[in-house]
């Protein structure tokens, strides 16, 4: 039985904000909860989950409904190694997905090797002396219901920061978004394609009205775009996040010291062990200390003026940006804004 909980912000937002709150709503399934927008142009046409460490997981819970319901599923995900997933796209008749050779290769080939439908990808070397020194298939989407030939109605896309696996699902604080959306679904899909060297992929950023999503090189341009319109707050929580220089530019972060500089309200929770050897100088960068260097704050969030989320698989490093294979999404909705400033406060209470 679904019930509908609505959220109820106004105790943290304030009267003002509490019908905008209330554009969004918690859809407990029981063994998983998320949240949907239930008011506007995108009503029943965003959902979203949050994980944290723990027992069950609300991200992989949005994740299989969501590729559960598709008659058609394309996908790329880095290490979709959880025993749910592997099911489920193993056993899909028409599930068609890639994954990362070089991070997930033995486990994956294990999880997928009599599936003639999934092949691994290789990428090329980022850095010889580290100890990740391949460039990343990073993703985690699926593109659902999209044909070239037919207009079925459900076509959507789920992405995230959520990694398909176990440790994402026990140990990690995880995102991830449905969204219902012709033109978003194409644009994942032309990106599964380019993977595969079976079509040039997207010119640029991808808009339908609210939503627009952005892959590999598009990506920090669609992300300094929403930083650089900034008139109040921003607010991040990323895994990882590196400074700007001559020999390593990083516009990302370059959009963010200037939004500070023009007196934006920037705040960026980051993981405490991949941020300890940098130096951010006056940014307002806030460690979030994790138990083990294993665990992960693996967000790659921002909440814009309480109008626009961004997320997706970016993280904002130079590596993701030099040759890494990502995605970005942007919505914009005070109401999800809502919901990931209330996860941002949380992850600041519990971490910092």
Known sequence: MQYLIVVAFACIL??????????????????????????????????????????????????????????????????????????????????????????????????????????????????????????????????????????????????????????????????????????????????????????????????????????????????TERFSAARKTIRVAVWTISTSGPRKPNPVYDALVAAAARGVDVQILTDAYKARKRDYGDMNVIPAEMPSQWDHMHHKFAIIDGAYVVTGSYNYVTKALSGNYENVLSVKSAAMAASYGAHWRRLKTELE
């Open 14 to 223: 304030g009267a003002t904000d509490t019908a905008l709150a209330q554009a969004s709503s918690v859809v407990d399934k029981g063994e998983y909860k998320f949240h949907s927008l239930t008011s506007g142009a995108l009503q029943d046409k965003v959902a979203w989950a949050f994980d944290t460490p723990g027992d069950g997981s609300d991200a992989l819970g949005l994740l299989l409904q969501s590729m559960r319901g598709a008659r058609k599923i394309v996908w790329a995900s880095y290490k979709p190694t959880h025993p749910n997933v592997v099911e489920l796209l193993n056993g899909h008749k028409r599930a068609w997905g890639v994954y990362d050779e070089n991070y997930c290769g033995g486990r994956c080939e294990d999880a997928y090797g009599g599936n003639k439908n999934v092949l691994s990808i290789g990428l090329g070397v980022y850095n010889t002396s580290s100890s990740r020194r391949w460039f990343v298939m990073h993703h985690k989407f699926a593109s659902l219901d999209y044909s070239k030939d037919q207009i079925s109605g459900t076509e959507g896309a789920v992405t995230g920061s959520f990694n398909w696996n176990e440790n994402a699902a026990e140990n990690n604080y995880e995102d991830i978004v449905y969204v219902k959306s012709r033109p978003i679904a194409e644009a994942f899909w032309r990106e599964y394609k380019r993977i595969k060297g079976k079509h040039p992929g997207n010119a640029g950023v991808v808009r339908d009205g609210n939503l627009a999503v952005a892959f590999n090189d598009h990506c920090p341009p669609l992300l």
